[in-house]
């Protein structure tokens, strides 16, 4: 068949691919050669090991300090409020046990599958020496809140994550940067990240068009059923025309599955971060600042400093003093570092309240599908969200049971 992604980020491009490979002819479409995709300047982990939705005690325990700052580690601009309260009160009722241990499961199930699906995908393409596997960190500067997290390592050494909690010197064997002020860690040896996530984007995109994707340049205003098809109207006026409709726009997504007739709550958690040169922090791996909405990464092309939850809508300009915060909060775990000039970055995590990503059919036509809203983890998930969405397509049974992520669940 022919097929149309629309939007050609990490999720439109690794599902351009998993359709390559059931012998599609593929339409890539992307409103600006995928410049503006969060997955260009991420964070780069493939943190297939976190199981936990936002909405948790983890995040309403530290709520009451960061609402305080406005430039913590999670913040509403007052003029986005009155749009994202559905978003919110969908947030808050994710909250109760019941939705807690439902939305875990979900997000359990498609993490299982990410690393051996993003193993398939790198290894057909002989990307696998884009991968780091040296494990990733969390580390914690107070002491009670390291206490408290044991619990959750608990039920994760149930889950058969491997793990290993460290006093302060055993942090400091595996990280030496890190001095006296950390209270503890915990090493997860099986987590991973990639070089760069904006070579990986590069490189599946341009062994996409080696594969005969038409990599087409143009944004996507209108979609709607044509004759036996599907036509695309792209805001310059072109037409392209499509057997199937593959909706992966990230963020901006929500205004194309409205023409559909799903209202999904679909939201922007902005999040910023510095690129510094290589080396700079002296740090081996990803760490997880855990308290300070920080994480650390050591890409080949420079050691990344990030996080931060923006709640501002998809217009508004970026805010850069919340990278001086940023690096102003990473004095705690790392008092010594001196980050010096780097170059800031601010992307569009597409996030929906429950911290599930919607993948399957939509309502009005059956011949359009989504992919998209994959929050912290859309690098992550994009390839097995591929696998699942070839499936789909295909009419086959998806390697997990995609229901969790239908946007009927709205
Ligand atoms: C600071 C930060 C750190 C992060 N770190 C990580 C991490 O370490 N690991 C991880 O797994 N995830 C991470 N994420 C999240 C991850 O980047 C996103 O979940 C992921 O990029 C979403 O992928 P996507 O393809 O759905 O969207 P995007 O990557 O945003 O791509 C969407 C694409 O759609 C295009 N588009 C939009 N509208 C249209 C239209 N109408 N027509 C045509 N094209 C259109 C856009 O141009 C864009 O290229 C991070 C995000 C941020 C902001």
Redesign the pocket.
């Known amino acids: 068949m022919r097929v149309a992604v ?9 599902v351009a691919h998993a359709l390559l490979d059931e012998g599609h002819t593929v339409d890539l ?19 297939h090991l976190d199981i936990q939705p936002l909405a948790s005690p983890k995040v309403w325990r530290h709520l009451p300090a960061w609402a305080l700052d406005p430039l913590g580690p999670l913040s509403i601009a007052p003029a986005h409020l009155p749009r994202l309260l559905p978003w919110l009160a969908r947030f808050v009722s994710a909250s109760r046990p019941s939705r807690i241990e439902a939305n875990s499961k979900a997000i359990q199930a498609i993490q299982r599958l990410s690393m051996p699906a993003w193993e398939r995908r790198f290894a057909a393409l002989d990307l696998g020496g884009l991968v780091r596997r040296r494990g990733i960190l969390d580390v914690w500067t107070d002491p009670a809140a390291f206490a408290a997290s044991a619990a959750l390592h608990k039920r994760m050494d149930a889950l058969g994550i491997p793990l290993e909690r460290l006093d302060n010197a055993g942090v400091r064997r595996i990280e030496p940067a890190f001095g006296a002020a950390i209270a503890g860690g915990v090493l997860f040896p099986t987590g991973a ?1 990639v070089a760069d ?1 904006a070579i990986v ?1 590069g490189k599946l995109r341009e062994l996409a068009a080696l594969r005969q994707a038409r990599l087409v340049d ?4 209108r979609v709607a059923p044509s004759g036996d098809g599907l036509s695309i109207t ?2 310059s006026g072109e037409t392209l025309t499509a057997e199937r409709v593959v909706i ?6 929500r ?2 599955a409205r023409q559909f007739g799903d209202d999904v709550p679909l939201d922007t ?5 510095i690129t510094l040169a290589p080396g700079a922090l002296g740090l081996t791996r ?1 760490v997880m600042h855990v308290g300070l909405g920080i ?1 650390t ?1 050591p890409l080949d092309t420079g050691d990344r400093i ?3 939850v923006e709640f501002a809508g998809l217009d508004a300009p970026p805010n850069w003093k919340r990278v001086d915060a940023i690096l102003a909060r990473l004095k705690r775990t790392l008092p010594d570092a001196k980050p010096g000039e780097g170059t800031r ?6 996030s929906f309240p429950d911290s599930r ?1 919607v993948i399957g059919r939509s309502r009005d036509d059956g011949r359009v599908f989504y ?12 390839a097995a969200t591929a696998e699942i969405v070839a499936a789909l397509v295909a009419g086959r049974t998806p390697p997990i049971d995609a229901a969790p992520y239908s946007p009927a669940r709205f």
């Open positions: 629309i939007g050609g980020g990490i999720v439109g491009a690794a479409v992307d409103k600006d050669g995928s410049a503006s995709a969060a997955a260009r300047g991420n964070a780069g982990w493939i943190a990240h996530p984007l143009g944004k996507a205003a792209l805001a992966s726009a990230g963020a901006w997504s205004e194309l958690e902005r999040g910023y971060n990803p994480a990464s990030g996080g931060s970055w601010m992307g569009f995590r597409p990503p992919a998209f809203g994959h929050g912290h983890h859309g690098l992550t998930q994009a």
